[in-house]
């Protein structure tokens, strides 16, 4: 609870105050009220940067989860070749999101990148437009986590008894049937959790847009996380960079208690009671 207290919740206070105040980073701040909030919220670009981050947030998660639990699936049997493939699939996790964001730029380069050489013109485009620069950065950003989701469904199936599996096929269910009927159920809070991730994780992409595009062209991929830093460190209004700051926390917080009640994990019951 100290360290909570010490690296969480004071911070919080220390955000929530320099939101009421104008500062540029030196001299002494000035009290303006809530002049920050009212201006944040009407100005064109940060409510701009709302709607990417939603954008970013719900496609995101719409690709990856189905993505992730089939995977996962997969990767939970025990043939010595879906091991194999397990590995490939953990290849993402061992690079930085930086890494990744310097490679797929480079990848996408119109004058130089992968696509340039392929006898393809509908391929042969700049990726990082003003039309394809948001859907491109959400496609690494699917690539990049993907695995770490896989993983966690991989977990959940491995601890779901056989015996629920062996009596549905001795009921003549189908396997389509045992997933819809036994695995997905049994892996409910599995999905809550990879849920909550990925969904309060959103709110906090940085380094893949920043890398990629900066929050270009124009503002086109400029999200919360990045319209913040560069409110703040650019801009030198840091007032108002606080104001997205606890936007970015009060969001978080709601979805991830949201998630949690709706999903009753808070009740902590078995899935297995009765087995």
Same mark, same amino acid.
């Given at each position: 609870?100290?360290?909570?207290?010490?690296?969480?919740?004071?911070?919080?206070?220390?955000?929530? @105050?320099?939101?009421? /105040?104008?500062?540029?980073?030196?001299?002494?701040?000035?009290?303006?009220?809530?002049?920050?909030?009212?201006?944040?919220?009407?100005?064109? #670009?940060?409510?701009?940067?709302?709607?990417?981050?939603?954008?970013?947030?719900v496609v995101t998660w719409g690709v990856q989860t189905p993505?992730?639990?089939?995977?996962?699936?997969?990767?939970?049997?025990?043939?010595?070749?879906?091991?194999?493939?397990?590995?490939?699939?953990?290849?993402?996790?061992?690079?930085?999101?930086?890494?990744?964001?310097?490679?797929?730029?480079?990848?996408?380069?119109?004058?130089?990148?992968?696509?340039?050489?392929?006898?393809?013109?509908?391929?042969?485009?700049? @990726?990082?437009?003003?039309?394809?620069?948001?859907?491109? /950065?959400?496609? /690494?950003?699917?690539?990049?986590?993907?695995?770490?989701?896989?993983?966690?469904?991989?977990?959940?199936?491995?601890?779901?008894?056989?015996?629920?599996?062996?009596?549905?096929?001795?009921?003549?269910?189908?396997?389509?049937?045992?997933?819809?009927?036994?695995?997905?159920p049994q892996l409910k809070y599995t999905i809550v959790t990879?849920?909550?991730?990925?969904?309060?994780?959103?709110?906090? @992409?940085?380094?893949?847009?920043?890398?990629?595009?900066?929050?270009?062209?124009?503002?086109? #991929?400029?999200?919360?996380?990045?319209?913040?830093?560069?409110?703040?460190?650019?801009?030198?209004? @840091?007032?108002?960079?606080?104001?997205?700051? /606890?936007?970015?926390?009060?969001?978080?917080? #709601?979805?991830?208690?949201?998630?949690?009640?709706?999903?009753?994990?808070?009740?902590?019951?078995?899935?297995?009671?009765?087995?």
């Open positions: 609870m100290a360290f909570f207290g010490i690296f969480a919740l004071i911070p919080l206070v220390g955000v929530v @105050y320099f939101s009421m /105040v104008k500062w540029n980073g030196m001299g002494t701040p000035q009290w303006v009220g809530f002049d920050n909030w009212s201006a944040s919220l009407t100005d064109k #670009t940060t409510l701009n940067a709302i709607k990417l981050s939603l954008i970013v947030m993505i992730s639990l089939l995977l996962g699936v997969f990767m939970a049997g025990r043939q010595r070749y879906r091991a194999v493939l397990s590995v490939l699939y953990f290849l993402p996790l061992l690079f930085s999101s930086a890494a990744i964001g310097i490679i797929f730029k480079s990848m996408v380069d119109p004058n130089f990148g992968l696509f340039s050489h392929i006898p393809v013109r509908w391929l042969q485009q700049s @990726y990082l437009s003003p039309t394809l620069a948001l859907p491109t /950065v959400m496609f /690494v950003i699917t690539w990049a986590f993907v695995p770490f989701h896989s993983l966690l469904y991989q977990a959940g199936v491995r601890q779901i008894p056989q015996t629920m599996y062996e009596a549905a096929m001795i009921d003549g269910a189908s396997p389509w049937k045992q997933f819809w009927s036994i695995t997905i990879s849920s909550t991730l990925q969904l309060v994780g959103a709110l906090t @992409y940085f380094d893949l847009f920043y890398v990629m595009t900066q929050g270009g062209p124009g503002d086109a #991929t400029r999200i919360l996380p990045l319209h913040m830093y560069i409110t703040g460190f650019k801009s030198f209004d @840091y007032g108002r960079s606080a104001v997205i700051s /606890v936007i970015l926390a009060v969001v978080g917080l #709601t979805l991830s208690l949201t998630l949690n009640k709706l999903s009753g994990t808070g009740k902590m019951e078995s899935q297995q009671e009765g087995i």
